[in-house]
């Protein structure tokens, strides 16, 4: 069946990197725009930006800007997400997501398929 | 940014009744808004996308509604199973953006 199954939970440092993973299966991995999402606890969904896995072309959120990066290898149906200069504000579970288009007009989509979350704890 | 305002932020509610949640756009953002229900410690799980259509495998009890800068996520006959916290996503701009949320607990 569809799905993206994503890497275990991290506790980092102040000021370190932590990379996630998000392997797909049951579909055509270049296909379709991987989303990443995170949640901090108690608090609503926050998009972090957009990867194409076909062309590697990215798009991220101002608020990340310059933190983070999407990366991809096609050969093995995964997509990442590294975020850096880690703070106790990103504490957070992290999600991929699958995009599917509602629209011939790029990021007008819906989130239809979604990993099981990577729980990511910043702490001293 | 686009705002998307959910409201209530919770309500209590019985098996059987009929629930309504409604989501508020900043502005005009056409039928780009799409509905989750997220349950403790799992993802969200896309219910409408588009305003108004259902994702396949969801039950018919759940429809969405509205255009423009107004929307909402009717649930006709709440089941056990329903109670949950309830996201709208608008995707009309970037960055996309989430409701506060609309936790539906039991009466």
């Known amino acids: 069946q569809v799905q993206l199954v994503q890497s275990g939970a991290e506790v980092k440092k102040p000021g370190a990197s932590v990379k996630v993973s998000c392997r797909a299966s049951?579909?055509?991995?270049?296909?379709?725009?991987i989303i990443w999402v995170r949640q901090a606890t108690g608090k609503g969904p926050e998009w972090m930006g957009w990867?194409?896995?076909?062309?590697?072309?990215?798009g991220y959120a101002q608020k990340f800007q310059g933190s983070v990066a999407f990366t991809r290898d096609t050969s093995i149906s995964t997509a990442y997400m590294e975020l850096s200069s880690l703070r106790s504000e990103d504490t957070a579970v992290y999600y991929c997501?699958?995009?599917?288009?509602?629209?011939?007009?790029?990021?007008?989509?819906?989130?239809?398929?979604w990993g099981q979350g990577t729980t990511v704890t910043v702490s001293s | 940014d686009i705002q998307l305002t959910q409201s209530p932020p919770s309500l209590s509610a019985s098996v059987g009744d009929r629930v309504t949640i409604t989501c508020r756009a900043g502005?005009?953002?056409?039928?780009?808004l799409n509905w989750y229900q997220q349950k403790p410690g799992k993802a969200p799980r896309l219910l409408i996308y588009a305003a108004s259509s259902l994702e396949s495998g969801v039950p018919s009890r759940f429809s969405g509604s509205g255009s423009g800068t107004d929307f909402t996520l009717t649930i006709s006959s709440l089941q056990p199973e329903d109670f949950a916290t309830y996201y709208c996503q608008q995707s009309y701009g970037t960055p996309l953006t989430f409701g506060g949320g609309t936790k539906v607990e039991i009466k």
């Open positions: 502005r005009s953002i056409s039928g780009y």
């Open positions: 049951g579909y055509t991995f270049t296909d379709y725009d």
């Open positions: 997501a699958r995009g599917r288009a509602i629209s011939i007009i790029r990021l007008q989509i819906c989130l239809d398929v």
């Open positions: 990867m194409n896995p076909n062309s590697g072309t990215t």
